[in-house]
Each structure stands twice: as structure tokens, then as C-alpha cells.
């Protein structure tokens, strides 16, 4: 009887189990559908179907993509690679070296591969992923236009990637997780294939809070990106549960939904609640690094990293870090506010500050010391730094150097010229007497940008049922 009890729950399970897998398999067929019809429009035609996460089918030229960003300006881009389905620059942000093995998860038509190839360069390689065999046709015939005999697409479903273990420096990713009903086997399965110390950024469509159920269904068919899209926190804890470390938001950016769609779905008090509420659909590109094998590739690594607010009580130790790394400390401030430390076994080993002015900033004093550099100790200390003076009101940031501009560029810097540089920059020490004037400025905004999704009745205008639309 017991025996028989036990069976009918197992069967139940596996009834269960099963269902789940074919609604989940169903599911694929529908995105890869989707996919072989776009692989087969011009980019043109995937923006005027409203297909992906391209640029809109708007005709207002104001318009801002509705999730894409400029590709065109990075090393290596290639135009017939870019459909317009990105919702991010993960490559950008990916830190990647000459030389690293780089993975591609949804490489569509090798948009990221080739940014990716121009950063591994020729003893480099790159393979990309996808399930669609048409974008992999067109992945695979602008490889060869190209001549690169190190960028490689294979077919396959990135659940189950066709790949050895620990293999991977690098895995950068562009809208594709969302699409992926199962994100948890996709996480493991990037936890495998990366080396001990490699890492990933990935960019994505993510949700914040419970959006208005119409809302909800009118995002969805103003971008197809939106409807496999989770809760940013759980996303997150995806990454988290996978056995991911150092964790950080390279991106985070609302896409900014006008009154006039909001307007449909809620009264004029409701909206005004909703822009507050920080209910919203957000577009992340997310970076996070597999931990060191404890079983000691390198004995050092298994050193616990602690990260603090600085105390004036620090103020000899970080003054003797930044002199043996040459930098600059005539002017730090003795109380040493908003400062960031990092300790390995209690031994100052980092450091970086802000010097505050409004809503403007001066990164100053990143240092790591030389036997740390491999922890990325120094981003991880500026990640935490910039979100805790943007909650003081900082919206830019501002930095010197001689030697580091390349380190903050991935950082997501930009140069500025010094004419452009504000008031509350060049007055400081740093700016006007303690660096050269060969030093180069840069720039990052901190703040949450906001971008724009057009009105949804052009979109209703233009997504027709043959459209390829959703
Ligand atoms: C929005 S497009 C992005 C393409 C490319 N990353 C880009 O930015 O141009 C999504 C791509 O992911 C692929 N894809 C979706 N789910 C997949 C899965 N489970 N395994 C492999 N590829 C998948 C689709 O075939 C499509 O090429």
C-alpha cells in the first residue's frame, strides 16, 4: 500500500516534470521561430516590425532606441553582424584581453563575437552560441568575409552548452537570458565552462516591482525582449545561487515609459505614484566572476578580501599604500570621508575616495597593492564607492590619471576635454596643481539614465500579424 502511495506521488512528480519541460521546450520553438524569421529581415525591417530590442519602429527622430546602444563605435564592429537585437554593450564592459578564450551566449549574427575578436586579437578565440541555424548561417558567412579563422559559431541551446569544462576566460552575453525559460541552468552551465577567476557581462531586460497587469502585456508587445523577463533580485540571485562572487551592476538603466502610455493603464495620481515607486523595466548589464577552485590553482587566492569605510585611524596606512604605488597625498583629507579600504588578514592591501561637491565628484586615491591585482580589488571598490555617493547626491564623476585611462574606460569612463571639466573638478588640488598637465580627464555619470519608449500607438500601428512582431 505504502509502496503504491509512494509510486502515484512519483508518478505525479515526473506527470508534472514532464509538463513543465515540454511548456519550456514549446516555448524554445516559439523563440527560435521568432529568431529564423529575423534572421531573415534586414535590420531595417526587424526596427519597423518592432522585432527584438532594437531601434523602435518610431518615426520621431528624437527617438532613442528603445533598448539598443551604439555599437558602431566599438573596435571590431561589424554592421552586417548588428540586426539591432542587443539591449546593451556587454562587450564593452567585459574586460577582455588579448589572448582570452571568449564565449558568446545567443551570438545571433556574431554582433558581440566580432567586438569580442578585436579585443582577444589573432592568439585569441572566440565561439559563439546560438540555437537559430539562419543566424548562424549569417554568423558563420561574415566570419569568413572577414577571413578570422578564430571566431567559431557552434549550434546549440545555451541550457546545455556544446562546450568542455573550464574553458572560458570570458562569457559575454546580449538580451538573450531573458528568452531562456529555465536562467538557472543557463548560470550553472556558465559556472562550468568558465576557468577558475574568469567572469562574465551580460546584459539584459529585467523587471523592478509588479507592473500594471495591462502595462505588462503592452511592454510585451511593444518589445518581445520583455515577456521571458524575471525580477531583477531574483536575477541577481540566479547569479548569486550559481556560486558567483563579486557580483556588480556595470549598467542599470530604466527604460522610461511616457505618460501618454502610462496614461492607458492608470489614472493621472496612480502615474505619479508609479514614477516614484521604482516599478519599472530595466535594462542591466551585469558582471560576476567565478571564484578561485579551493583547491588552490594559486595558494593565494583562497585570501578573504574584507572592504570597509575608512576611519581616521587608517589615514598612515593609506597614505604609505598611495606613496608606494605613486600617487599623490598632500591633499587627502586626514578624515579620510568617503573612502573605501580593502583588507586581506587585516593588512591594507586597496583604496579609493571621493572627494564630494554637490553633485559632482572626484575619484581620487584607487590603488591596489601590487601582489592583489589579480583580485579586481580596484572595481569592485569603485562599484561600491560611486553607489554610495550617488545615494549623497553625486550624479558625475570625475577622475585624473597618467597611467590608467585604458583600466577606466572598461569602467565605463570617457575622456573629457579639461575645458569641459567643472568648476568644482578643476578647483580641487588634484586637478589644478598635484597632477600634470598631461594627465587625462575622465568622466562616468552615475546617475540612473533614463531611456525612451515611444508611444504605444505607434507601435499597435505597426505590429501587424505577419509583422514578425511577438
Ligand atoms: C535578442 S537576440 C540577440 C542576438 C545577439 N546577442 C545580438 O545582440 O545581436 C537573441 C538570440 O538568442 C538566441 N537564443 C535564444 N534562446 C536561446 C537558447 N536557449 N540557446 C541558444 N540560443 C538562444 C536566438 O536564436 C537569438 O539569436
Redo the contacts with the bound molecule.
Keep these: 500500500m505504502l509502496l503504491k502511495f509512494f509510486t502515484l506521488i512519483y508518478r505525479n512528480i515526473t506527470i508534472e516534470n514532464q509538463i513543465l519541460m515540454n511548456t519550456e521546450q514549446s516555448l524554445?520553438e516559439i523563440?527560435?521561430e521568432k529568431?529564423t524569421e529575423?534572421?531573415n529581415q534586414s535590420k531595417d525591417q526587424n526596427a519597423a516590425s518592432c522585432c527584438?530590442?532594437g531601434p523602435t519602429c518610431g518615426p520621431d527622430e528624437d527617438f532613442i532606441g528603445i533598448m539598443a546602444e551604439d555599437y558602431s563605435k566599438l573596435g571590431g564592429y561589424v554592421a552586417d553582424?548588428?540586426?539591432?537585437?542587443?539591449c546593451g554593450l556587454p562587450t564593452k564592459f567585459a574586460q577582455i584581453k588579448p589572448g582570452d578564450t571568449v564565449i558568446?551566449?545567443?551570438?545571433?549574427?556574431g554582433?558581440?563575437a566580432f567586438v569580442a575578436r578585436a579585443e582577444t586579437g589573432p592568439e585569441g578565440k572566440v565561439i559563439g552560441?546560438?540555437?537559430?541555424e539562419a543566424?548562424l548561417t549569417k554568423a558563420r558567412a561574415n566570419a569568413e568575409k572577414l577571413g578570422f579563422n578564430n571566431v567559431e559559431f557552434r549550434q546549440?541551446?545555451?541550457?546545455q552548452m556544446p562546450v568542455n569544462d573550464s574553458v572560458a576566460d570570458v562569457i559575454v552575453?546580449?538580451?538573450?537570458l531573458n528568452?531562456?525559460p529555465n536562467k538557472a541552468n543557463?548560470f550553472n552551465e556558465i559556472y562550468r565552462v568558465l576557468k577558475p577567476n574568469g567572469h562574465f557581462s551580460i546584459s539584459d531586460i529585467v523587471l523592478v516591482g509588479q507592473l500594471p497587469a495591462g502595462l505588462q502585456q503592452a511592454a510585451e508587445m511593444y518589445a518581445g525582449?520583455v515577456s521571458g523577463a524575471i525580477q531583477k533580485e531574483s536575477y541577481l540571485g540566479l547569479i548569486e545561487q550559481a556560486g558567483f562572487t563579486n557580483i556588480t551592476l556595470q549598467k542599470d538603466r530604466e527604460i522610461f515609459l511616457p505618460d501618454s502610455i502610462l496614461s492607458t493603464f492608470l489614472l493621472p495620481e496612480e502615474i505619479a505614484s508609479f514614477r516614484t515607486s521604482g516599478t519599472g523595466i530595466y535594462s542591466i548589464t551585469v558582471y560576476a566572476e567565478k571564484p578561485t577552485a579551493s583547491d588552490g590553482s594559486k595558494p593565494s587566492d583562497a585570501v578573504e578580501i574584507e572592504i570597509r569605510l575608512a576611519q581616521p585611524a587608517d589615514y598612515e596606512s593609506v597614505v604609505s599604500l598611495l606613496k608606494s604605488v605613486g600617487l599623490p597625498t598632500e591633499d587627502l583629507n586626514a578624515k579620510l570621508p568617503d573612502f573605501l579600504l580593502a583588507f586581506a588578514n587585516e593588512k591594507l592591501v586597496g583604496s579609493a575616495g571621493v572627494e564630494v561637491n554637490g553633485t559632482v565628484g572626484l575619484l581620487r586615491s584607487v590603488a591596489v597593492q601590487e601582489d592583489f591585482r589579480n583580485y579586481k580589488i580596484g572595481g569592485r571598490l569603485v562599484n561600491d564607492l560611486s553607489k554610495q555617493v550617488r545615494l549623497k547626491g553625486v550624479k558625475d564623476l570625475y577622475l585624473i590619471t597618467t597611467t590608467a585611462d585604458g583600466y577606466f574606460e572598461k569602467q565605463g569612463y570617457e575622456r573629457v576635454e579639461r575645458e569641459n571639466v567643472p568648476a568644482e573638478i578643476t578647483q580641487s588640488q588634484q586637478f589644478s596643481s598635484l597632477c600634470p598637465s598631461s594627465a587625462v580627464v575622465m568622466k562616468k555619470s552615475i546617475e540612473k539614465p533614463k531611456i525612451k519608449l515611444s508611444d504605444l500607438e505607434q507601435v499597435s500601428a505597426c505590429c501587424t500579424p505577419n509583422s514578425g512582431c511577438c
Design positions: 524554445k523563440v527560435r529568431y529575423v534572421a527584438g530590442c553582424a548588428d540586426l539591432g537585437l542587443g558568446d551566449l545567443g551570438s545571433g549574427a554582433n558581440d552560441i546560438d540555437f537559430t543566424m546549440g541551446d545555451i541550457e552575453s546580449n538580451c538573450v528568452l531562456v543557463v525582449c
